[in-house]
């Protein structure tokens, strides 16, 4: 049973961590496209290894440490290796914490999504609510004040967490909107930044995407090598996607809902769990696989939806 929780929850990171980096992939893609082919295997190699390995690797690391310092910097990690009754009691109060800020930032970035960003309407309620997306700042802000309201009767700390974790949204969000920017700057003007201005670039970006996904992975365990194993695959079929078949993927043009619709859940039930609620295990891996197992379906539907028109074209012509 236990192997089978290990096995359920590294394919649910995976997963995870693949489709809710497509966004990443593909800005990935359009820089390289402007780069010497020197510079792009430099940064598929070596940027791989820093994705791996130092972001996805050390950030929950550095995560867990920070809301259990008592474990110290070694045995944060550690934690996971040893049966140490005392190492898994101060995990287990420090878990609120960390679950509230988490899912605060993954709720916050659902809403962000849903009233703010253009999309492809996978479910009809999106249009009627990107039409609205004034009303996000209402939202996420009526919803921190209640949440937190709520987490000062039960602990002050969760309730500053929730406060962190809506601040480190709105740096993120900065941080991908300039990215964004720079990404058009990059594609556009004649005069642009040199390869190692652009890999660097990159490696930032990649960083400031990647805190999604191993945000979320705290809704899926706090075993922090089940969390290296998942999103460290996840990463690697991210760089595979980049250099082959990233216009193939962008063709599935629901990925995106089922990303975000699975950042919702995972979210929520964050929160629920850092007010006592006790979720079972098998839950997260199971509601994204199933998510993200919907929404391609949708997309796949609708791309051989098309094809036959392109077909009955060419015959046309």
Request: aromatic content about 16%.
């Amino acid at each position: 049973m236990e192997l089978l929780f290990m096995l359920l929850t590294v394919i649910g990171l995976c997963l995870f961590e693949i489709v809710s980096s497509i966004d990443n992939a593909v800005i990935n893609a359009e820089v390289l496209s402007t780069m010497s082919a020197k510079a792009r295997r430099w940064f598929l190699f070596w940027g791989l290894l820093s994705a791996v390995f130092i972001v996805r690797g050390l950030l929950p690391w550095l995560i867990v440490f920070f809301t259990a310092p008592q474990l110290g910097f070694l045995g944060s990690f550690t934690a996971a290796f040893t049966n140490s009754q005392g190492s898994h009691e101060i995990i287990e109060q420090s878990a609120p914490i960390l679950l509230m800020g988490g899912g605060i930032f993954l709720v916050f970035l659902f809403f962000h999504w849903l009233f703010m960003e253009p999309k492809a309407y996978g479910l009809h309620h999106e249009r009627f609510f990107h039409r609205h997306g004034v009303w996000f700042y209402a939202v996420v802000s009526i919803l921190l004040s209640t949440v937190t309201w709520f987490a000062l009767k039960v602990n002050p700390l969760i309730a500053f967490s929730a406060v962190i974790g809506s601040t480190v949204f709105f740096i993120v969000h900065g941080f991908k909107q300039n990215a964004e920017e720079l990404e058009h700057r990059l594609m556009h003007e004649k005069k642009g930044l040199s390869d190692v201005s652009k890999i660097m670039y990159l490696e930032v970006i990649d960083a400031t995407f990647s805190i999604d996904g191993v945000l979320g992975a705290f809704a899926f365990t706090f075993i922090l090598p089940l969390i290296l194993i998942g999103n460290g695959i996840g990463a690697l079929v991210v760089r595979q996607l980049t250099i082959s078949n990233i216009d193939r993927v962008k063709k599935y043009i629901y990925l995106k809902n089922g990303a975000m619709y699975s950042i919702l859940f995972l979210g929520s039930f964050m929160v629920a769990e850092s007010f006592g609620a006790h979720l079972p295990v098998w839950l997260s891996p199971v509601i994204t696989v199933a998510t993200l197992g919907f929404f391609f379906m949708k997309s796949w539907r609708e791309v051989h939806k098309k094809q036959p028109a392109i077909k009955d074209i060419r015959y046309l012509d």
